[in-house]
C-alpha cells in the first residue's frame, strides 16, 4: 500500500522527469530551427560547389541540415563546458562493431519491413534511395569517393549524432533508464524527421533508427558507434 511519503518522493521525481524531457526537446527543436537555416545558408554553396565540381555539389546536397545539427551540438556543449560528451568518441571494440553492423542493416531491414506493410493501412513511400545515388557519384566519379566518405563518415553523420545519441541522449541520463533514454531519444529524433523530412512515414522509419544507434550508444557509451551505423546507412542498397 503506498503511503504518503512514498507519493510525495514520486511527485518530485515526476516534476525532475518532465523538465528533463522539455529540455530535451528544447535542443531537438533548436537542432530542427538550425537545420533550416542550415540549408538556406549551405544549399546556394552547394549549388555553387557543383556548378565547378558536378557529382561532389550533388553530394553534399543530401546534407544541408547535418551543419545546424552540430552548431546546436558543440555549442550546447561549449556554453555547459561539459565535454565529457566529445570523451566518448572512440575507437569501438569488436562489440561495437557488431553494433555498428546490426545498427545498419537492422534499420534497412527494418525500412523494408514496414515499407511492405504501407499499403495495407493505406500509405506509401518511395523508398531508400540515398546509397544508390552515392554509389553512382562514386562509380562515374572515383576521385569523389576518398572525399565523400570522408565527408559522410567524419564530417556529417558525427554531426547529427553528436547532438541525438550525444547531447540529448545524455540530457536523459540522470532522470531515466537505458530504456527510457533509447525510447525517448528517438522519439525526438523521429519527430525531427516529420519537420525536416515530412510526413508519418519518415518518422517511423526514423524512430527505428533511433532504436537502434540509441540502443548500440547505451551498450557500449561509444558515440563512434552510432555515427559509423549512420553513415554506413547511408551507403546501403535498397533491397
Not at 552547394?46 to 552540430?70: D, H, K, M, N, W
Not at 561539459?82 to 568518441?89: A, K, S, T
Amino acid at each position: 500500500m503506498e503511503t504518503k511519503g512514498d507519493s510525495s518522493h514520486r511527485i518530485p521525481a515526476l516534476w525532475d522527469r518532465s523538465q528533463t524531457v522539455i529540455r530535451a526537446a528544447i535542443l531537438a527543436g533548436l537542432g530542427v530551427s538550425c537545420a533550416f537555416a542550415s540549408i538556406i545558408v549551405m544549399s546556394p554553396i552547394y549549388a555553387e560547389i557543383a556548378t565547378i565540381r558536378g557529382g561532389f555539389g550533388s553530394l553534399l546536397s543530401s546534407y544541408a541540415v547535418q551543419p545546424g545539427f552540430g552548431l546546436v551540438a558543440l555549442g550546447y556543449v561549449r556554453w555547459r563546458g561539459d565535454f565529457h560528451v566529445m570523451e566518448r568518441i572512440q575507437k569501438p571494440s569488436a562489440e561495437g562493431i557488431g553494433w555498428v553492423v546490426a545498427g545498419m542493416v537492422g534499420y534497412q531491414l527494418s525500412v523494408n519491413s514496414i515499407t511492405r506493410l504501407l499499403p495495407v493501412v493505406g500509405l506509401s513511400h518511395g523508398g531508400h534511395s540515398g546509397g544508390a545515388s552515392k554509389w553512382r557519384v562514386f562509380l562515374e566519379q572515383p576521385e569523389l569517393a576518398v572525399p565523400g566518405l570522408a565527408i559522410m563518415f567524419l564530417v556529417m553523420a558525427p554531426m547529427e549524432e553528436l547532438l541525438f545519441r550525444g547531447v540529448i541522449h545524455d540530457t536523459l541520463e540522470d532522470a531515466f533508464e537505458a530504456p527510457g533514454r533509447v525510447v525517448i531519444g528517438a522519439l525526438l529524433f523521429g519527430g525531427m524527421h516529420f519537420f525536416l523530412s515530412g510526413g508519418l512515414v519518415s518518422v517511423i522509419f526514423t524512430l527505428c533508427g533511433g532504436l537502434l544507434w540509441g540502443t548500440g550508444y547505451e551498450r557500449t557509451k561509444n558515440l563512434s558507434v552510432p555515427m559509423l551505423a549512420h553513415a554506413g546507412y547511408w551507403l546501403l542498397l535498397p533491397v
